[in-house]
């Protein structure tokens, strides 16, 4: 069986905030990337924000020792999927849009590429009915920022091929990622047991029960939370937050998990967390 090296290419899909991320942590780890969008303002500014990452990865010791950074290209088709080596999807949290991207993207690939879909809550399996050879994809969730956090959520779908899997899990190895493999299940484990709490959270703060800062600090202080949930939403972003909700809400029939009001009038008002500089929290200006 082929294996992942450091040597294959990965064609990152979408340059947002998973995107620019997932591809800093590669170039850092020597995996050489070619990271995809629609837009040459988005993917420069990726570019920026990749940097960024970069430079407080070393700073932290976040990155190997000695490992020189692996090319960067940037590239406004699909074309460069036709030679990944593994194509990890990040785009946004819309089940339409990613079953759209992962249909055309199994055209492209040779067979037996892995497709991953980084999603936080999107069932793999109703995203493997878009793709041409539903064995191919497996899901992963990347916490943010992916340079930082050591652990990655893997899901394996129904469809899943167990030699796609390998090649993911070898995958995620090489860039120093510690893996636990979970069943496929809207929301899987991470987002199924926080995104609700988070919700709670904001509900709180909506309700004037306590302010946001105290809501974390009470979460850190009294839970041991390292960041507390209304940070970490920010971190996230809000808009993904309220749709990964929305998708929970949809799959599972639980109307617990609608974003509540408070959550979707921060949206509603551009307060996305740190990436637009205002959530729950003011950052100043828009964090790369």
Not at 130 to 140: H, Q, S, W, Y
Not at 240 to 249: G, I, M, R, Y
């Amino acid at each position: 069986m082929a294996t992942t090296t450091s040597a294959t290419r990965l064609t990152v899909l979408g340059a947002g905030t998973m995107g620019a991320g997932i591809s800093a942590l590669a170039i850092g780890h020597g995996v050489p990337v070619t990271l995809v969008d629609v837009s040459a303002t988005v993917l420069d500014r990726a570019r920026a924000s990749i940097g960024h990452q970069l430079r407080l990865a070393r700073l932290m010791d976040a990155l190997p020792t000695g490992r020189a950074t692996a090319e960067l290209r940037t590239s406004l088709t699909l074309d460069s999927t036709a030679d990944a080596g593994v194509v990890i999807e990040a785009i946004t949290e819309d089940p339409a849009v990613k079953a759209k991207v992962l249909t055309e993207v199994s055209a492209l690939t040779r067979p037996g590429t892995p497709l991953v879909s980084n999603t936080s809550g999107i069932p793999i399996d109703e995203l493997a009915g878009a793709a041409l050879r539903p064995g191919e994809l497996v899901g992963t969730h990347f916490m943010n920022p992916p340079y930082l956090i050591g652990m990655a959520e893997v899901v394996r779908g129904p469809r899943t091929a167990p030699e796609v899997l390998a090649k993911v899990q070898t995958l995620l190895s090489v860039l120093g990622r510690r893996t636990v493999v979970v069943g496929d299940s809207p929301g899987f484990v991470t987002s199924r047991l926080l995104h609700p709490m988070i919700n709670d959270a904001a509900r709180i703060v909506g309700a004037g029960t306590a302010s946001a800062e105290d809501v974390d600090t009470l979460m850190q202080g009294c839970l041991g939370h390292p960041t507390g949930p209304l940070r970490t939403a920010d971190l996230i972003g809000l808009d993904n937050l309220a749709d990964a909700l929305t998708v929970l809400a949809e799959r599972t029939g639980n109307p617990g998990y609608q974003p509540c009001e408070t959550l979707l009038a921060h949206v509603r008002a551009g307060r996305l967390g740190r990436k637009s500089g205002q959530g729950f929290y003011d950052y100043g200006e828009a964090q790369p």
